[in-house]
T-cell receptor, first 111, second 113 residues
Framework: EDQVTQSPEALRLQEGESSSLNCSYT??????LFWYRQDPGKGPEFLFT???AGEEKEKERLKATLTKKESFLHITAPKPEDSATYLC????????????FGQGTTLQVKP | ETGVTQTPRHLVMGMTNKKSLKCEQH?????MYWYKQSAKKPLELMFV???????ENNSVPSRFSPECPNSSHLFLHLHTLQPEDSALYLC????????????FGNGTRLTVT
């Protein structure tokens, strides 16, 4: 069965304290792995797509990496505005638009 | 208006009511989606439309009925819902139903009493 698991469920950091979020997956035929950010009361906002093991992408203080079994979202020197829920999703199937989401990691960055 | 717009933002309905959720995208995308987000559970795909044709129905109960009249509009018709259907319903669009990233609306918070 296709499955996506994110850890930790919640993470509290001090401003400037770097850390990583984990997304492990078991799918038959990965078509792409996506990271989204969701703020309270809003829909998820797209951050990155990764397609193959060894691929990395960066945006400001965020860096996403991918292996054959998991992806990491590294947050370097976070700021309070980075506080949000981060969602990982994997695409399965061809041209089905089907994404399987993890439960998310809720990040709180304290000043 | 830009992006993906959902109305209403909040909806309270009784179990015997019939209501509809509306979604409109202004991005020129060809695929549209309905997702359900319940507390402490992952986002759950409900329906996928590509070029106005339904390509995925993720075993959703028949009390949820989608409609996609054109590539810019998507509806979710609700009838005879159960309290456990209370959730945030998110609409999304993407360039196609392949590996294009999703653009989400801000959702409709549905409460079934």
């Amino acid at each position: 069965e296709d499955q996506v698991t994110q850890s930790p469920e919640a993470l509290r950091l001090q401003e400037g304290e770097s850390s990583s979020l984990n997304c492990s997956y078991t799918v038959s035929g990965l078509r792409g792995l996506f990271w989204y950010r969701q703020d309270p009361g809003k829909g998820p906002e797209f951050l990155f797509t990764l397609y193959s093991a060894g691929e990395e992408k960066e945006k400001e203080r965020l860096k996403a990496t991918l292996t054959k079994k998991e992806s990491f979202l590294h947050i370097t020197a976070p700021k309070p505005e980075d506080s949000a829920t981060y969602l990982c999703a994997v695409q399965v199937g061809i041209n089905t638009g089907k994404l399987i989401f993890g439960q998310g990691t809720t990040l709180q960055v304290k000043p | 208006e830009t992006g993906v717009t959902q109305t209403p933002r909040h909806l309270v309905m009784g179990m015997t009511n019939k209501k509809s959720l509306k979604c409109e995208q202004h991005l020129g995308h060809n695929a549209m989606y309905w997702y359900k987000q319940s507390a402490k559970k992952p986002l759950e795909l409900m329906f996928v439309y590509s070029l106005e044709e339904r390509v995925e129905n993720n075993s959703v109960p028949s009390r949820f009925s989608p409609e996609c009249p054109n590539s810019s509009h998507l509806f979710l018709h609700l009838h005879t819902l159960q309290p456990e259907d209370s959730a945030l319903y998110l609409c999304a669009s993407s360039q196609d139903a392949g590996d294009s990233p999703l653009h989400f609306g801000n959702g409709t918070r549905l409460t079934v009493t």
